[in-house]
Structures are given as C-alpha cells and as structure tokens.
C-alpha cells in the first residue's frame, strides 16, 4: 500500500474542458459502499505525482472527500498528443476484499545474460492475480541471472504471496533464454518478410 496521501476535492459544477484549463482532472470513485459514483476532481500535478509514483495494483489514500478513501486506480483516459490525463476513475476497496488485478512481471539479471550474449525472450508480461486488496503484491519479479541458453521458465518457478491465486497454469510458459544472435536474426527476417508482403504483384486487382 501506498504511504503517500493525494489530495482530491469534490467536483465543482464547471464543464470537464474547463476543469482542465483551471489545472485540474476530473474523476469519479465508485464502489461497493456507495450507491452511486461519486464525482471529484484532482489537481493536474497531485495526478501525474500519483500515477507516476503507482501501479494498477497500488492501493492509495485519498483525501479531501467526507472521509479517507482506501482505492486502486482503475482506468486513465489520456489526452491523445499531450498523454495528459484526462479523466480517471478510482475504485474504493477495504484493504481485506478480495480483488482482481493485473500484475506487471519484472525481470532482473538481464545484464548478467548480455554479458553472456544471451538474452531473455518474455512469453508473458504481465499475470492475473486474485486475493485481498492489502496483500496483493504491485508487481512480480524473477531473476534470470543464471540461465543458460535455452532454459525456460514456467509459472510455478515464480514465488508468489500466500493466499493469491493466479489465472494461469503452473506450467504456463514465462519465457526462454535465447542467444542475442538468434533474436536479432529472427527479428530481420520478420522485418524483410513483413516488406515482401506489402510489395503488390503487377496485375493484382485491389
């Protein structure tokens, strides 16, 4: 859980664009103990400091409302040319309710294979995990330092806290050590075969 505090304010009655030429984000906070969404709004450098110091699995404080809310950002709409946030939507929890989210799988030791002209090749990225709020850990991380090529690492070699579940298999693939070589190979042959394909044929009708 997040130690830091984010000051949020209830949603004044302006129009979202002027909002956010006022220097604020709108939002709304729902969840299994209010009715309805609640609407507030955040101050445009109070959201970058939050969504840059959090995960998607980071369980905040918010402030500023009738009382503390405990929650997890759930969605950020970003402005297309600027990647300002927009809008965003936070989910209130109790730090014991059992939740679903996305976690972040992190690799360490990658240096240590380069070194050795290796390279991890990731499966997977990212895992679903399922438990309370409070003991869900905000990202996964393995150490690939001591593989070799062509060792792989499947699901069940990744420690995971007690009392979560994950959506995959045990023997769900994470990745393969490969040669640098071989990799870059690959990648120019998909480059030249993705080229060959968008070459038209003379005669070809659209």
Known sequence: MSNTVYQVEKRSDLKAKKL????YVPGVVYGKEYQDSLPLQISLQEANKLLKDNTKTSIIKLEGMEKPINAIVKEVQRNGATYLPEHIDFQAISLREIITVTVPLNIL????LQHRRLLFQPNLQELVLT??????PER?????TGLEYEEKVFLSAIPMPEGITVD???DA???IVLSAQMATSEEEEEGVASK?????V???KE
Do not use: K, Q, S, Y
């Open 20 to 23: 956010r030429r006022e220097g």
């Open 109 to 112: 030791g990658e240096e240590n």
């Open 131 to 136: 438990g309370p709020a409070e003991d869900l």
């Open 140 to 144: 996964l991380e393995f150490d690939v």
């Open 168 to 170: 995959a298999e045990e």
């Open 173 to 175: 693939l994470i990745g």
């Open 196 to 200: 060959d394909a968008e070459v038209p």
């Open 202 to 204: 003379v005669g070809e």
